[in-house]
């Protein structure tokens, strides 16, 4: 793994990095085509020795192809300072820009034993088995997952959650709410 600061985060605690509901970027690879897509709709639906989550993945997405063509796809959380790039990457279709990562300047990396390319600069990454559900993917578009692999970064995420208080502004994850508008996760209140 290259990027600094990324920590591995044990299975059963990868549904506290999605739990506040953010944006993410789906990646996904088959042979040598890979590509990745923004998604508003993505969600944690089971946690403990097998977590999973779900996404979903219109019909008209080139990275959809991917996922099911691989069986595999990536969830990563982007920031705050990568809300332009995470607008774009929702915005437009590898179908019609195939250069579509390289034009963006998105760079990838890999983990060790794991066929997915993982977006740098986000600060968290959980790798997916698809779980195929025929009919729920087809009829509404959603993608069951099993988390096999998830990271976070250390300066944003560590003993078990969160610390968006303690790091630096541009990290925070990002909420898209409509037209390239995104909220940014805000202050923690004590409950």
């Not at 990646?27 to 779900?54: E, R």
């Not at 437009?92 to 034009?103: G, Q």
């Not at 760079?107 to 993982?118: D, K, N, Q, R, W």
């Amino acid at each position: 793994m290259s990027p600094l600061h990324v920590t591995p985060v044990p299975l059963e605690k990868c549904s506290l990095l999605m739990n506040h509901g953010p944006t993410v970027l789906v990646s996904a690879q088959h042979g040598s085509a890979k590509n990745a897509m923004a998604a508003a709709w993505a969600c944690v639906l089971d946690f403990g020795t097998t977590p999973k989550v779900t996404v979903v993945l219109d019909k008209s997405t080139f990275t959809r192809g991917l996922v099911e063509a691989s069986g595999y796809f990536a969830l990563q959380l982007p920031t705050k300072q990568m809300a332009t790039l995470t607008y774009a990457l929702g915005s437009e279709s590898a179908k019609d820009v195939p250069n579509k990562l390289e034009k963006q300047g998105v760079t990838t990396f890999a983990v060790h034993g794991i066929e997915l390319p993982l977006i740098d600069g986000c600060v968290a990454w959980l790798a997916c088995k698809l779980l195929p559900e025929p009919n729920n993917q087809e009829t509404y578009d959603l993608f069951i997952g099993a988390v096999i692999g998830a990271w976070a970064d250390d300066r944003v995420f560590r003993d078990g959650r969160w610390r968006f208080e303690e790091a630096p502004d541009a990290l925070r994850t990002i909420h898209h709410v409509a037209g390239g508008n995104f909220f940014v996760t805000g202050e923690v209140v004590q409950g």
